[in-house]
C-alpha cells in the first residue's frame, strides 16, 4: 500500500481526508466517532463569541434524481459554550494524537481578541488554527467572516494578529464570494499564514416553494441568503484552488474545500495543487463511514499509477492549467461516432442541430437501418455531442493533426504586432529616402 501521509505546513495527518468545521465537527463525540471511522484530521466547528441559531437552518437542491446535488445552510458557528468545547478539543486530542484537530476561529477584527482566543485555544493543545474569513451569512452582518474575508487589507490584518499570539501553524479560510481569490489569498500570505484552505460556501437562495412562496429554508416566513457547498460547488472550488496554486506570490500550502464527495475528486484537488482535502456535505449526507471508501480507492489508485506516497500527486496538473490566451489555437479535435455502440438516440443529432454547429447528419443504410455520422471538415470539436451522449464509448474525439505551429492568441498577437512594428519602420524609412 501505498503511504496515505500528509503534512500540511507542519500539520501531519495519517491521510489526506479531514472533516472540514461544520456541524459534523460540533462536539467531541462527533469527532471521536470520525477518527474512530477512519478520517485523518477534523476542522473543529468554528469558535467564538456565543451566538443563536435558527430553527429550520438547511436545504438542498436535488437535481435529476440526484439527491442534495447542492446543499444550503443558515447555520452560524457553534452555539455551545468556548469552556465545554475547549474541553472537549483537550479529550479528543488525548484520545487521538496521531490524527490532525485543527480548530476554527471567528472573532471581531480587532487585535486583542485575536489574541485572547489563540491563547486559550492553543492552552489546551492542538495541531493548528484555522482563522473563519469566509462564513457569508449570519456573521457577515456583525463584521466577521465574508465581510473582512472579502478585504485584503482585513484578512493580512487579522492573520497577522493571530500570528503574534500563535505557536501552531495558523490556516486561513478563504471565501469564494470574491471577484479574485488570488487577492485575499496573497494578503494571507504576506500576513503570515502557514496555509490557506478554500473555499468557504457560496452566497445563495436554495429555492422558493412555488405553493406557499416561502424561500427555503424559511424561518416563520423569513429566509436569508445562506452558504452554498456541495456536489454542485466542486467545479468553482476547483478553479479557485488552482489559481492559487499556479500563483508564485500566494506560495504557501492548500487545503482543498468544496464539493469533495469521494476519492476521485480529492485526487483532482491535489493534483491541482492540495496538500489535502476537507470535507462536509458528503459525510452529512451519508455518514462518517464512507472515508472507508476514499482510503481504498485512493490507495488502489496509488497502487496502479505506481505511486509510493499520495504527496507525489500534489500539484501535477497545475502546470497544465493556464490562461486562455496561452491555448494553442491550431490544435483540433473532432467527434467521431462508434456505430457498434450507437443507439441512434439522436441526442447528439439535436444538441448540434439546435446548440452547435450543425454537423451531424442522419443517414439510412441499403437495409434502412439508420445511422448517425459526422461531417468532420465541419466539426469544430466543442464536445457537445460527447457531452449529451447516453452511452459510454459512442463518441470520441479525435485529435486531428494539423500542417500549422502551434500558436496561442498571446503569441499571435505579439506577432501582429512585431509584423506591424516592422511594416512601421519600413514606411519610415521610404519616408525619410523620398525626404532627402
Request: overall charge negative.
Amino acid at each position: 500500500m501505498a503511504d496515505l501521509s500528509i503534512n500540511l505546513a507542519g500539520i501531519k495527518s495519517p491521510n489526506p481526508f479531514w472533516l472540514a468545521s461544520a456541524p459534523p465537527t460540533n462536539t467531541g463525540y462527533q469527532v471521536q466517532r470520525a477518527f474512530e471511522a477512519g478520517w485523518g484530521g477534523a476542522v473543529w466547528k468554528t469558535l467564538g463569541d456565543p451566538i443563536i441559531n435558527t430553527s429550520s437552518r438547511f436545504a438542498a437542491v436535488h437535481f435529476n434524481g440526484q439527491r442534495v446535488a447542492g446543499f444550503n445552510n443558515i447555520e452560524l458557528i457553534t452555539d455551545r459554550p468556548l469552556e465545554i468545547n475547549l474541553k472537549e478539543i483537550y479529550e479528543t486530542k488525548r484520545r487521538f494524537p496521531n490524527h490532525a484537530l485543527v480548530v476554527s476561529l471567528m472573532v471581531e477584527p480587532k487585535r486583542e481578541k485575536w489574541h485572547e482566543i489563540v491563547k486559550k485555544v492553543e492552552a489546551i493543545g492542538v495541531d493548528g488554527l484555522e482563522l473563519n474569513f469566509g462564513c457569508p451569512h449570519g456573521m457577515a452582518e456583525r463584521g466577521m467572516g465574508s465581510a473582512s474575508g472579502q478585504q485584503p487589507d482585513l484578512v493580512e490584518a487579522q492573520t497577522m494578529w493571530a500570528k503574534e499570539a500563535a505557536r501552531t501553524p495558523v490556516i486561513v479560510k478563504l471565501t469564494p464570494n470574491i471577484t479574485d481569490i488570488t487577492a485575499t489569498a496573497k494578503a494571507a500570505a504576506r500576513g503570515g499564514a502557514d496555509a490557506i484552505s478554500l473555499i468557504n460556501t457560496i452566497n445563495s437562495l436554495a429555492g422558493v416553494d412555488i405553493d406557499t412562496w416561502n424561500t427555503i429554508p424559511h424561518v416563520a416566513g423569513k429566509g436569508a441568503h445562506g452558504g452554498y457547498c456541495g456536489p454542485a460547488v466542486k467545479p468553482i472550488a476547483l478553479n479557485m484552488v488552482a489559481e492559487c496554486a499556479r500563483n508564485p506570490q500566494v506560495g504557501i500550502p492548500i487545503s482543498g474545500i468544496g464539493g469533495v464527495s469521494n476519492w476521485r475528486d480529492a485526487v483532482e484537488f491535489l493534483l491541482m495543487g492540495a496538500t489535502g482535502v476537507q470535507i462536509c456535505t458528503a459525510a452529512m449526507h451519508h455518514g462518517f463511514s464512507i472515508v472507508e471508501d476514499m482510503i481504498d480507492g485512493l490507495n488502489n489508485y496509488l497502487d496502479g499509477k505506481g505511486l509510493a506516497s499520495v504527496t507525489e500527486l500534489i500539484g501535477k496538473s497545475v502546470q497544465r492549467f493556464s490562461d486562455w490566451g496561452d491555448l494553442d489555437l491550431n490544435y483540433a479535435v473532432v467527434a467521431r461516432i462508434e456505430e457498434e455502440n450507437c443507439i441512434v438516440c439522436n441526442k447528439c443529432h439535436i444538441a448540434c442541430e439546435d446548440a452547435s454547429h450543425q454537423c451531424i447528419e442522419r443517414h439510412t443504410d441499403e437495409n434502412g437501418v439508420a445511422y448517425l455520422k459526422v461531417r468532420e471538415e465541419d466539426c469544430v470539436g466543442c464536445n457537445l455531442c460527447s457531452i449529451v451522449c447516453p452511452v459510454e464509448g459512442a463518441i470520441t474525439m479525435v485529435e486531428v493533426p494539423s500542417t500549422e505551429m502551434p500558436m496561442s492568441w498571446n503569441e499571435r498577437q505579439k506577432a501582429i504586432s512585431a509584423l506591424s512594428g516592422s511594416s512601421k519602420d519600413d514606411a519610415d524609412g521610404s519616408s525619410a529616402k523620398e525626404a532627402v
